[in-house]
C-alpha cells in the first residue's frame, strides 16, 4: 500500500483568516512537500475548490504544484481533482502537460465533476448536465493529451477546426488518470473506463468498503490488462505520545468534516438532478453534525489518530479490503506547521515501512 498526501489548504479560523495566516499556509504546505519528498512519501494530492473560506483556499493547484515540482525530486504531484465541467478540455490538457513537463513526468490527473451548487453557478455548468458534460471532456481531454491533430464536434464542446495541443506531457499517452467517485455507479463508471478510483474524504469506510469491491468486480469485467487503481482519503494524525495525538485530534479533526459537511451541505439537502446520491447520503448529514466527534469520526472509519501501533493496526485493514493508497490529510489541514511535520517522520520511520511491498 503506498501512502499520499492530501491538502485542502486550509485555513482555520481559530488561527485568524487573514492575508498573513493564509500566506504562511501556502509556504508551510510547500515545505511539507519537500519533507515528505525526503521521507519517501508517494504523492501529494491537492483539490480544487472555489468559495470555500477556511476549509479550502486551493483555487489553483496547478501554480501550487508548478512550485512544488520544483522542491521536490520524486514525489509524485496529484490534481485531485479538476473539476472538468469548469473548465475547457483543451486548456486543461495544455495546463496539465506544462505541469507534466515541470516535474520531469510526475503528474497524477484526478478528474470529477464537482459538488458545489456556488461553483456550477458561477462557472456557469448546469449540474444536470455535469455528468454527461464530463464525459465528453474527459474524450476530447484524452485526444488532446495526445499526438494530435484533434478534431471534436459534441454537445458541449466544438473545436471549429482540427488543432494540435502543445506541449506535450512527459508521460505517455498521459498522466495516470483517477476519477473522484461517490456514488457506486461512479466507481463502476471508472472501472470501465480504465481509471483509478478517489473514494472520501466523507463517505464512511463501511459504505466505500462496498464501493470498492464493486469497482474491482467491474474491473475484472472490463477485461483491463493493467490492474485496478484504488484510492482513499482519510484524516490521521500519528504521534508518539497516543494521548498527546487524541488531544490534537479531538479539535482538527471535528473541525475539517464540520466545515466540510458546511460546504456540502447544499447538494446533501436539495435534489439535483445529477446528484440524487448525494441526497442519499444527505440523510445521514444531520446524524454526524449532531454527533460530530473524533470517537464518531473513528467509528465511521473517516480518521485514524493515535500512535503508531494503532495507526498500524488501522490502516492494516484498509490494506486487507483491497485499497492501494491511502491519501493521508495529516492533521486534515488543522494543526501547526510543526505537528504535521513530525506526525510526517513518524509516519515514515514507523509505519510506512510495515507496508511496503504490499498492493
Known amino acids: 500500500?503506498?501512502?499520499?498526501?492530501?491538502?485542502?489548504?486550509?485555513?482555520p479560523g481559530y488561527t485568524g483568516v487573514e492575508d498573513a495566516a493564509e500566506q504562511a499556509v501556502f509556504h508551510d504546505t510547500l515545505a511539507e512537500l519537500a519533507l515528505a519528498d525526503e521521507l519517501g512519501f508517494g504523492a501529494a494530492w491537492l483539490v480544487e475548490h472555489h468559495f470555500m473560506p477556511e476549509y479550502s483556499h486551493s483555487s489553483a493547484p496547478d501554480l501550487f504544484l508548478a512550485a512544488a515540482a520544483q522542491r521536490?525530486?520524486?514525489?509524485?504531484?496529484?490534481?485531485?481533482?479538476v473539476p472538468l465541467p469548469y473548465?475547457?478540455?483543451?486548456?486543461?490538457?495544455?495546463?496539465?502537460?506544462?505541469?507534466?513537463?515541470?516535474?520531469?513526468?510526475?503528474v497524477e490527473l484526478g478528474i470529477g465533476r464537482g459538488f458545489s451548487p456556488l461553483e456550477h453557478r458561477v462557472f456557469a455548468a448546469p449540474m444536470?448536465?455535469?455528468?454527461a458534460q464530463m464525459g465528453e471532456a474527459l474524450e476530447l481531454l484524452r485526444a488532446c493529451l495526445g499526438p494530435g491533430p484533434v478534431s471534436h464536434a459534441g454537445t458541449f464542446y466544438t473545436l471549429p477546426e482540427a488543432v494540435t495541443v502543445h506541449p506535450r506531457p512527459v508521460q505517455r499517452p498521459h498522466p495516470p488518470l483517477w476519477l473522484a467517485a461517490v456514488s457506486p455507479e461512479s466507481f463502476e463508471l471508472a472501472a470501465g473506463l480504465g481509471l483509478g478510483v478517489l473514494a472520501g474524504p466523507f463517505k464512511p469506510w463501511f459504505m466505500v468498503r462496498e464501493d470498492l469491491r464493486r469497482y474491482r468486480r467491474a474491473w475484472q469485467a472490463a477485461g483491463h490488462a493493467a490492474p485496478p487503481r484504488a484510492a482513499m482519503t482519510l484524516g490521521i494524525?500519528?504521534?508518539?505520545?497516543d494521548r498527546r495525538a487524541r488531544q490534537l485530534g479531538r479539535r482538527c479533526m471535528p473541525w475539517f468534516y464540520r466545515l466540510l459537511l458546511q460546504h456540502t451541505r447544499p447538494v446533501l439537502a436539495e435534489l439535483y438532478a445529477g446528484y440524487e446520491y448525494y441526497r442519499r447520503l444527505g440523510r445521514l448529514a444531520p446524524l454526524m453534525?449532531?454527533?460530530?466527534?473524533?470517537?464518531?469520526?473513528?467509528?465511521?472509519?473517516?480518521?485514524?489518530?493515535?500512535?503508531?501501533?494503532?495507526?498500524?493496526?488501522?490502516?492494516?485493514a484498509l490494506a486487507g479490503a483491497g485499497v492501494d493508497r491511502v491519501l493521508c490529510a495529516v492533521g486534515a489541514g488543522g494543526l501547526p506547521h510543526g505537528i504535521v511535520c513530525e506526525s510526517l517522520e513518524l509516519l515514515a520511520r514507523e509505519v510506512l515501512p510495515h507496508f511496503e511491498g504490499e498492493a
Open 1 to 11: 500500500m503506498q501512502f499520499d498526501l492530501f491538502y485542502e489548504l486550509a485555513v
Open 72 to 81: 521536490t525530486t520524486r514525489l509524485r504531484l496529484g490534481l485531485g481533482i
Open 87 to 106: 473548465h475547457h478540455p483543451v486548456q486543461v490538457a495544455e495546463r496539465v502537460a506544462t505541469l507534466d513537463i515541470l516535474s520531469r513526468g510526475r
Open 128 to 131: 444536470a448536465d455535469s455528468r
Open 237 to 241: 494524525l500519528c504521534l508518539e505520545d
Open 289 to 316: 453534525e449532531k454527533t460530530l466527534s473524533l470517537k464518531t469520526l473513528e467509528l465511521l472509519g473517516l480518521v485514524i489518530v493515535g500512535d503508531p501501533a494503532h495507526c498500524r493496526r488501522k490502516l492494516a
